[in-house]
């Protein structure tokens, strides 16, 4: 354990100039005292998605500083992804046909897990409703969370009916916006998610460097880009989007990029590209907009960093970290006002908030911005100094070792 506390202090220490050094050093106590204690998060998929992105940094950044968590995957056949994804878009507000075989395959794929997934730790930690019957199958003997990411605002009401029995078997439920909260026995935590500021995705790239990596990807930087980086989900609404650029267009030189993955528990992802490709070629503007599916961070941040404006149009959205991401690279994002997507964004300080059928409302703005170099500067820099304030991992290190603390130090005394 020594050995990967001075390990890690090295490391964390790298994040002093975002956090300073108080922060640094009140992580390493927090993780001091959970030092033999040994956590286990549980998730549907290790890529693709602001769940993963974060979990990846977050769980690093534990084990760096001394805390002992581990990550497990569920394994899951396309059947169960598929259902899965309905669940997810049903907690969203959207109808679903909740028969007796769809909560057969969902729940013994959970019992298949749980049979090659030893857990025997003092904490378990799951995410997301993929796994979350796992609870089922263990003699609970240490304290069960549950992440909820999505956004549960408006679920539909039978597929909550069905999966809150599961919910208030945990000792408690974490969500991103108190009005996600639904009546439940259980106790809550809101968590903000989080960027990790020196991940590939975000770190500080020079201009002549990500010029160069667009240029690879025959990406023509000598007029204003505009671009929306999002899973290719319906629910981030990629064909609105190019409606809006035609709008746009039609006033000023520029051009879209829509650039996007598909995760591994999404199977929905692969027709809605298909989509998107059809919408942009019946485009007259067709010319002018590129759609790419490329697993790439580093692509990702350079694409964040050049673009004159960054669009987040979304029906719904559990947070929204693309937001965050590329206000921390001082580009003013045009968004929706939905989710948590106005705790990143102060319209008219640091972004605009519209309504997300109000197509009109973003071509608008982003004509005013495209049109105001000083006017985007000032709320690309308003943007930055907000998510550095606010949304960087090390704020939400220092959240999940407080819960950590609440379960695994009180529980002991």
């Known amino acids: ?100 075989r769809k909560k057969d395959i969902y729940y013994e794929t959970n019992k298949r897990f749980a049979l090659m997934t030893h857990i025997n730790h003092d904490l378990v930690v799951v995410h997301d409703p993929q796994p979350l019957p796992l609870i089922d199958f263990y003699k609970k003997t240490q304290p069960w969370i549950f992440r909820c990411h999505i956004d549960l605002s408006q679920p539909n009401p039978s597929v909550w009916d069905y999966l809150k029995p ?37 770190h500080y790239l020079t201009d002549s460097v990500a010029t160069r990596i667009l240029k690879k990807h025959q990406i023509n930087t000598e007029k204003p880009i505009i671009a929306q980086i999002s899973r290719f989900d319906k629910w981030k609404d990629p064909i609105g989007v190019i409606k809006i650029f035609e709008k746009v267009r039609q006033k000023a030189n520029c051009s879209l990029i829509l650039l996007g993955s598909l995760a591994a528990d999404d199977p929905e992802g692969k027709i809605i590209y298909g989509k998107v490709l059809n919408q942009a070629k019946k485009s007259k503007f067709n010319r002018d907009i590129r759609i790419l599916l490329i697993e790439s961070d580093i692509l990702v941040n350079c694409v964040q960093r050049k673009a004159a ?69 000032k709320l690309g ?6 998510v550095k304030n606010n949304f960087l991992i090390t704020r939400l290190l220092a959240d999940y070792l407080n819960i950590f603390e609440q379960y695994l130090l009180n529980r002991d005394k």
């Open 1 to 100: 354990m020594d050995a990967i506390q001075i390990k890690g202090k090295n490391f964390l220490n790298r994040y002093k100039e975002f956090c300073g050094q108080e922060i640094i050093d009140l992580l390493y106590a927090k993780a001091q005292r959970l030092a033999g204690k040994r956590i286990v998060f549980i998730s549907s998929t290790y890529q693709g998605g602001g769940v993963a992105e974060m979990l990846n940094s977050l769980i690093v950044l534990l084990n760096e500083i001394g805390v002992s968590v581990g990550w497990r995957i569920l394994h899951g056949t396309s059947d169960f992804f598929t259902i899965t994804k309905k669940f997810h878009n049903a907690l969203q507000g959207e109808k679903i046909n909740l028969s007796q």
């Open 166 to 202: 599961f919910i208030e078997k945990y000792d408690r439920i974490i969500i991103s916006k108190d009005e996600y909260l639904r009546d439940l026995k259980i106790p809550h935590t809101i968590l903000y998610p989080a960027i990790d500021p020196l991940a590939t995705k975000n």
């Open 309 to 377: 404006v960054v669009i987040q149009k979304s029906f719904k959205e559990g947070f929204g970290l693309v937001v965050a991401e590329a206000l921390f690279k001082g580009t003013p994002v045009v968004a929706s006002n939905v989710g948590g997507i106005p705790f990143q964004i102060t319209n008219d300080f640091n972004g605009y908030l519209l309504d997300p059928n109000d197509l009109q409302g973003f071509s608008d703005k982003i004509l005013l911005l495209l049109s105001d170099d000083s006017l985007r500067k």
């Open 381 to 386: 820099a308003d943007g930055a100094a907000h």
